[in-house]
């Protein structure tokens, strides 16, 4: 179905001034999404602008016609296990608290003291200023919005890498082959994450490459690897909800159903860290086996 969508003034001015101050579309994206718009009508407002740019002819209609999808997003059966725990090899995970939508789950005793000392010492000389995805060429870059610093494990690259990654699988409820590659993060004070989506946006060749490889991201698991004196929350502001790093624990959430339809309403951020550091831990899996792209420094 095509809609037509009406650009007030107002809503033309923000997008020119944030597109002309070099904001990527991806984050004008975000920011339209938290004023309430459809995920598909922000997509298509600002590919819009960006098309207009990139061809050098102005966009002077008061409106913009937009693919919609056929179906709103079907909520399904959370692909993580109901119940209060999570039993697995060597521990039990708590479920401390769950949201339905988008599906969230925050859960303890996720990694023990010792794995989180482990997990930094071995990230911390291979880290380096976090990139993204420029949604629109497809190349990695470093942006003002996410100024913290991050590695990757290889798959199995270490005794310990491999064992989360059979434990991350369990806890997931996905085949361990469909998991990306480790992601450890470092926020220093005053570094934060604004508001994102963690699925993929076929925005590019990059990013249509790796949906046709791998599929779509369905899910992810944030876990902290340190206590963070103050900030440093992951929230959540469709829900109103903001989870507090503690050491070990972690926070689960997923944004694509059997369908392939993927929730807005998991926008999420990484508050400032006010006070200390922030070490977090990220495993996103595929709805199919990850297969990364050849020769690349990309995660997609």
């Known amino acids: ?49 960006v098309d207009a740019r990139t061809t050098g002819v102005p966009l002077t209609a008061e409106t913009v016609k937009i693919d919609m999808p056929d179906a709103a997003y079907l909520e399904g059966p959370p692909r ?35 794995e989180c000392e482990e997990l930094i ?26 100024n ?9 690259e270490t005794p310990l890498v491999a064992a989360l990654d059979a434990r991350f699988s369990r ?15 470092r926020y220093g004070p005053g570094n934060r994450y604004t508001p994102h989506f963690d699925f993929l946006v076929p925005r590019n060749e990059a990013s249509e490459q790796s949906l046709r490889r791998s599929g779509q991201r369905v899910s992810t698991l ?17 829900v109103g909800l903001s989870v507090c790093p503690m050491r070990g624990n972690a926070v689960y959430f997923e944004y694509c159903n059997s369908r392939g339809q993927v929730d807005a309403a998991s926008l999420h951020a990484g508050a400032p860290v006010t006070a200390g550091e922030k070490w977090a831990l990220t495993k996103w899996m595929r709805e199919r086996p990850f297969v990364s792209a050849p020769a690349t420094n990309s995660r997609t």
Request: proline share 9%; charged share 20%; glycine share 6%.
């Open 171 to 185: 806890i997931m409820n996905m085949p361990v082959e469909n998991g990306e590659g480790l992601q450890v993060l």
């Open 222 to 238: 944030v876990t902290y690897l340190n206590d963070v004196p103050d900030g440093g929350e992951t929230t959540f502001p469709h």
């Open 121 to 146: 010492a071995l990230a911390r000389p291979r880290l380096r200023p976090s990139s993204v995805v420029d949604p629109v060429t497809g190349e990695n870059h470093a942006a003002e919005y996410r």
């Open 1 to 49: 179905m095509r809609v037509a969508v009406n650009i007030k003034p107002p809503l033309r001015s923000w997008i020119e001034h944030n597109l002309d101050r070099g904001c990527p579309p991806e984050q004008l994206i975000e920011g339209l999404i938290a004023q309430r718009y459809d995920l598909p009508i922000a997509q298509g407002l600002i590919r819009a602008f």
């Open 148 to 156: 913290s610093e991050a590695m990757f494990f290889l798959p199995g």
């Open 80 to 114: 993580i296990a109901a119940g209060h725990s999570i039993r697995i090899a060597d521990r039990v995970v708590s479920v401390v608290a769950r949201v339905s939508r988008p599906v969230i789950a925050v859960l303890a005793n996720v990694l023990s003291a010792e």
